[in-house]
């Protein structure tokens, strides 16, 4: 069974750019979650979909940032536009709604560097 | 509010030592409780979780945790570190029965000496 994948592993881009991060999430996973890990500090959460809805957007850290899941299937992260302090790994997981006790799933991640 | 506090960004071991990695959490409602590891150049992998039941829990590669609610902690144990343990290591909390967000501790580097 194919694993949580995301798409590019590594990127990078010039201040001011847009970027997309996808990740596709384990077949059959309805929760979806986005994290940021910057410049070796925790791992933060950004958001969460169950299915095509998201139920906690809290983490998102200012309006630049769009994360989409349209169909309840994949989901994209866009950044736009982007910021030095955007630059970090990117890491989406998912897991199962409910089943008690489930751990989440995550990606390799994305390492964004903004220049 | 939960939070996780992982002691110490970095630990070094020798090869065939006692791993300890520590952990202390902070939630008002039962926790899941979490460990994680990173390799190099990979993704976030599963190392052990606690749910409910026994508080002394096996994970994969020979680690083991152990829930004290009387202590809020739970640390990461090996009695016998190998090179290949090398890595960064998560301890991660979420409510009891949601899914809600995993909130992280701010990792360990785990070095093994030869």
């Known amino acids: 069974e194919a694993g949580v994948t995301q798409f590019p592993s590594h990127s990078v881009i010039e201040k001011g750019q847009t970027v997309t991060l996808r990740c596709d999430p384990i077949?059959?996973?309805?929760?979806l979650y986005w994290y940021r890990r910057v410049m070796g500090k925790e791992i933060k959460f950004l958001l969460h979909?169950?299915?095509?809805?998201?139920?906690?957007e809290s983490g998102m850290p200012n309006n630049r940032f769009l994360a989409e899941r349209t169909g309840g299937t994949y989901s994209t992260l866009k950044v736009q536009p982007a910021e030095l302090e955007d630059s970090g790994v990117y890491f989406c997981?998912?897991?199962?709604?409910?089943?008690?006790?489930?751990?989440?799933?995550f990606g390799q991640g994305t390492r964004l560097t903004v220049v | 509010a939960q939070s996780v506090t992982q002691l110490g960004s970095h630990v070094s071991v020798s090869e065939g030592a006692l791993v300890l990695l520590r952990c202390n959490y902070s939630?008002?409602?039962?926790?899941?409780l979490f460990w994680y590891v990173q390799y190099p150049n990979q993704g976030l992998q599963l190392l052990l979780k606690?749910?409910?039941?026994?508080?002394l829990v096996k994970g994969i590669n020979g680690f083991e945790a152990e829930f004290k609610k009387s202590e809020t902690s739970f640390h990461l144990t090996k009695p016998s570190a190998h090179m290949s343990d090398a890595a960064e290591y998560f301890c991660?909390?979420?409510?009891?029965?949601?899914?809600?967000?995993?909130?992280f501790g701010s990792g360990t580097r785990l070095s093994i000496r030869p």
């Open positions: 077949s059959g996973h309805d929760n």
């Open positions: 939630s008002s409602v039962p926790p899941y």
């Open positions: 991660a909390v979420t409510p009891y029965s949601s899914a809600s967000k995993i909130i």
């Open positions: 979909f169950v299915k095509e809805s998201k139920q906690d």
């Open positions: 997981a998912s897991s199962q709604v409910g089943v008690v006790g489930t751990e989440a799933f």
């Open positions: 606690y749910t409910t039941g026994a508080t």
